[in-house]
């Protein structure tokens, strides 16, 4: 493999970078949106070129040493093997669909020379997040998208409550990252190496390991994976995080960055599986995610908070898979809820775009016949996260839930997996229900000026449509491609691919039965009784709870938010001032020092003279002095 | 360690010394103290002289010759020139106030205490025989190979700063042109 | 040839520049002529290159004498320029009184 052709699917992104941002302006936006979109595409192409040509054993590319301490190396590497390349695959191809996407969807928008450079800098640092040989390498990748995602989120900067998701994302990610900072120390501890390849071999052949510290590191790079991936409790920064444009909502807060998270705990599969108690705890806190999330989702109004927490239930449920062990089955997960996931944020895009901002679904309806491609192409997208058959969703929900049933004895995660499914086709077609169906409840205006999207903005829409469609294809149970170019990945084959027996078969029937339910209500109660969500105040009871999302907001603002401004706030007004006091107290010394030294110039020659001669008579009698004491 | 001197049985040489140390002190005390600075000059020479005799005393001649060419011959003609040129044989200065003089006098034994304390706590390096070796350390021979053979540097270099010297005397004495 | 130091004794020729030295010092001090200040410090000066002759002898080494030429002409350097300093002093003051010399005052 080629050192330079990696190089250039790493830099292509960064140079479309550097050219957006120091020549972005002058070059006018149809060049921006050329240059940013080729830049991608260029990656792409490698990637595509990489998978062809993938041997088995994965390739180590080091560029140089990086820091060197006795027996401690890290250097500054790429590894590139059949994870990393898959990842690449959707990362760079989504990402170049939706920098298609956004040459239309921000071409009205006065900034977007940096919107484009903001985009490929975080194509660069995805990149290099899933091509890096070692911890550190990862580790700057990671923050580097937290970056692009927080300078993304915060792009319409003069909207107060844009600036304050963004630093709300930032924040809570930081949390995350200091857990993913001292599970690598830890690591780095424990194994003497950060480099993936070589912990692999260190841990399946040490020992003498405590099973507990083992444990400690890999709860510490869970708590960073759930910083990253929107995992309870740190997930509150996803759904605020949609003040971003709509592009950046697909890209980063649905198919690539939040996957980041999954990604890590895949590649250090090998850790975790020395931890049962951890992976038990990350089951279960994806389950909870899952649950959760899809609660809130059911009564949201505003299109793209549905979705997201629709991604972050989908996230919980691929945490799920990783809790048991079926690293392969959330890899699936991830890409075909990339592929349709990210169609329906398009979608969604493309219906604010169409009128002219609202985000409201309330203020929607009837958009079917003004926007048939989106309207079609969302419906797909629809029917794949609900689970029918046989869009990609069916194949990768189907086989968490069958993981989750095959595990143990106890049900509690399948059942709870199920319900959360039930309720994503319930939330997603009410979703599309409210927004395509029955009469327009916007404006007249708006009314008036409906229209489908340009070409620009449809064709990603169609291409992810079809992925959402045949994106399943991949892992069929039974014989699943997926599962085998894996395989070398995993030290463990714990999972075995399913036989098809009659329990499958029936779960599947479940899977797509429950689906269906879901559909089902939804379509009574918002298509047939027409039946429009209550305005906010009007919102009572349990719907209220859920309208709030728990109060997880409130509860933390309370907890944490509130005492920290206390503390504060006595910090400032008495810490503070004494500090202050001291500092300006040593000035005001030195200053009355000065005054007072001044008057020793008087001018006077004599008197310096005197003072010169005393001064030499002062230092003799030390010295001479100084004999007798010694 | 302080020999009290044996006045009966002093030898010529060492009355030469008496004599030539009170010369030295009286007339350099006469210097400081004389209001006129004519007369201080005047008794400038005369110390500097006598100085002169201390080297001849010693045993260097043309320490002695030097320091009768440049000190009196120099030196104390050049402020002997200022003296005349600024017309400053008049007794118009002005006393320091008393208690700057009471100061000097208490700084001047202090200074002679801890000074005299010091050397006379200084261990010496050479016995007291001082056994003539038979070299004549002190001809201008010696002197002069020295001078231009270890010292030949700062010998040149001396040479440089009082070029370097004259330049500057010769600058700052200038009267300067009033610029309009 | 008979060492002169076996007669006199280094301890009188200490006493005699000591003493040279520290009049020069209170002249210095004393005085507010700078042409005296000027004097005092020849005074000075010259106790020390006394002081170097006598140990000169003492060791006998020739090394003494050399550095009294050094600082004869270091003094004559310096003279030079000091005069030259308070001829153009007393052009522009009109005085040489180093108590009216105060244009340094912080």
Not at chain 1, 76 to 87: E, M, R, V
Not at chain 1, 446 to 474: C, D, N, R, W, Y
Not at chain 1, 571 to 581: C, D, G, M, Q, W
Not at chain 3, 67 to 75: D, H, L, N, P, W
Request: proline share 2%; hydrophobic share 55%; net charge neutral.
């Amino acid at each position: 493999m080629d050192t330079n052709l990696v190089l250039v699917l790493l830099l292509a992104p960064f140079l479309g970078f550097l050219f957006n941002v120091f020549l972005g302006k002058k070059a006018g936006k149809n060049v921006v949106g050329i240059v940013g979109t080729l830049s991608v595409a260029v990656s792409f192409v490698i990637t595509l070129y990489l998978f062809a040509n993938a041997s088995q054993e994965p390739v180590v590319i080091n560029l140089f040493d990086w820091i060197s301490i006795q027996r401690f190396d890290i250097s500054f590497g790429f590894l590139i093997d059949q994870l990393s390349i898959l990842w690449l695959l959707f990362v760079t191809g989504i990402g170049s669909l939706i920098h298609l996407y956004s040459i239309s969807y921000m071409h009205d928008d006065e900034k977007m020379h940096s919107f484009f450079a903001y985009l490929n800098l975080f194509i660069f640092f995805m990149i290099a997040l899933v091509i890096g040989s070692n911890l550190l390498m990862m580790f700057i990748g990671w923050e580097g998208v937290g970056l692009c995602s927080y300078l993304l989120i915060g792009f319409w900067y003069k909207n107060q409550n844009f600036n304050d998701a963004a630093k709300k994302a930032f924040i809570m990610n930081r949390i995350g990252d200091l857990g993913f900072l001292i599970g690598i120390f830890i690591v780095g501890s424990l194994f003497n190496t950060l480099d993936f390849t070589s912990l692999r071999t260190t841990i399946e052949s040490a020992k003498d390991v405590s099973d507990l510290w083992i444990a400690i590191a890999a709860l510490a790079l869970f708590i960073g994976a759930t910083g990253k991936s929107a995992q309870l409790p740190l997930y509150t920064w996803l759904p605020d995080a949609m003040a971003g444009p709509t592009p950046v909502s697909a890209l980063i807060h649905a198919a690539t960055m939040v996957t980041a998270g999954i990604f890590m705990l895949t590649r250090l599969n090998f850790l975790f599986d020395m931890a049962p108690s951890v992976q038990n705890i990350i089951a279960i806190v994806g389950a909870c995610t899952a649950l959760v999330a899809a609660t809130i989702a059911l009564v949201q109004n505003d299109i793209k908070k549905v979705l997201a927490y629709s991604t972050v239930s989908q996230l919980g449920l691929m945490f799920l898979a990783l809790g048991l062990g079926a690293y392969e089955v959330a890899v699936f997960h991830v890409i075909t809820h990339a592929f349709f996931k990210a169609c329906l944020f398009l979608g969604s895009g493309s219906v604010i775009h169409g009128l002219h901002g609202e985000q409201d679904m309330r203020k929607m309806g009837g958009l079917k016949k003004a926007m048939p491609i989106t309207f079609i192409t969302m419906l797909i997208a629809s029917l794949a996260i609900a689970g029918i058959f046989p869009l990609a969703g069916f194949w990768s929900k189907d086989e968490i839930l069958m993981t989750a049933f095959n595990h143990s004895n106890n049900k509690a995660l399948w059942v709870v997996g199920s319900i959360a499914s039930i309720m994503t086709a319930f939330y997603m077609f009410r979703l599309i229900y409210l927004t395509f169906f029955n009469s327009f409840r916007g404006t007249e205006e708006q009314k008036h000026h409906l229209h489908e999207s340009p070409s620009l903005i449809t064709v990603p829409l169609i291409i992810l449509a079809i992925l959402s469609f045949v994106g399943g294809a991949i892992s069929l149970p039974g014989h699943s491609w997926l599962n085998d170019y894996l395989a070398p990945l995993f030290t463990k084959v714990a999972h075995e691919e399913h036989t098809l027996g009659s329990t499958e078969y029936m779960l599947m029937a479940i899977a797509t039965i429950g689906a269906l339910i879901g559909i089902g209500i939804a379509y009574k109660k918002y298509l047939k009784d027409n039946t429009i969500p209550s305005e906010d105040a009007e919102i009572t009871g349990l719907s209220k709870v859920l309208y709030n999302k728990y109060y997880v907001d409130e509860i933390y603002d309370s907890v944490f938010v509130k005492p920290i401004n206390l503390l504060s706030d006595l910090f400032r007004e008495h810490v503070e001032k004494s500090l202050s006091a001291l500092v300006f107290g040593l000035g005001k010394v030195t200053n009355e020092i000065a005054i007072q030294g001044k008057k020793a110039h008087n001018g006077s020659v004599g008197f310096y003279l005197f003072a010169f001669v005393i001064g030499v008579i002062v230092i003799l009698t030390y010295l001479f002095l100084q004999q007798f004491f010694i | 360690m302080i020999q009290i001197p044996d006045i009966a049985n002093a030898t010529p040489i060492q009355i030469l010394f008496c004599v030539l140390s009170v010369i030295t002190l009286a007339t350099a005390f006469l210097t400081i103290y004389s209001k006129k600075p004519m007369h201080n000059a005047i008794y400038l020479v005369i110390c500097f002289t006598s100085i002169s005799g201390h080297y001849l005393l010693l045993n260097a001649q043309f320490l002695a010759l030097v320091n009768l060419i440049v000190y009196i011959g120099a030196i104390m003609i050049l402020m002997l020139f200022t003296i005349m040129l600024m017309n400053l044989n008049k007794e118009n200065e002005v006393h320091k106030p008393r208690i700057t003089r009471l100061g000097a006098i208490v700084v001047f034994c202090l200074m002679c205490l801890v000074l005299i304390a010091m050397f006379m706590n200084s261990k010496p390096i050479a016995d007291g025989s001082y056994d003539v070796t038979g070299e004549d350390y002190q001809s201008i021979q010696v002197l002069g190979k020295l001078l231009l053979n270890e010292y030949m540097v700062p010998f040149e270099f001396a040479s440089v700063l009082l070029l370097v010297a004259m330049i500057g005397a010769v600058l700052l004495s200038k009267k300067e042109k009033i610029e309009k | 040839m008979d060492n002169i130091l076996n007669q006199i004794g280094i301890e009188n020729y200490i006493f005699l520049s000591v003493i040279l030295f520290c009049i020069g010092v209170f002249g210095v001090l004393y005085r507010r002529n700078a042409i005296v200040v000027f004097m005092s410090i020849e005074i000075m000066l010259n106790a020390i290159n006394l002081l170097f002759a006598a140990f000169s002898t003492y060791h006998q080494d020739a090394q003494g004498q050399i550095f009294v030429f050094f600082s004869m002409a270091v003094a004559a350097a310096e003279v030079a320029i000091g005069l030259a300093i308070l001829v153009s002093i007393f052009r522009n003051m009109g005085t040489i009184d180093v108590g009216n010399l105060k244009n340094l005052k912080g």
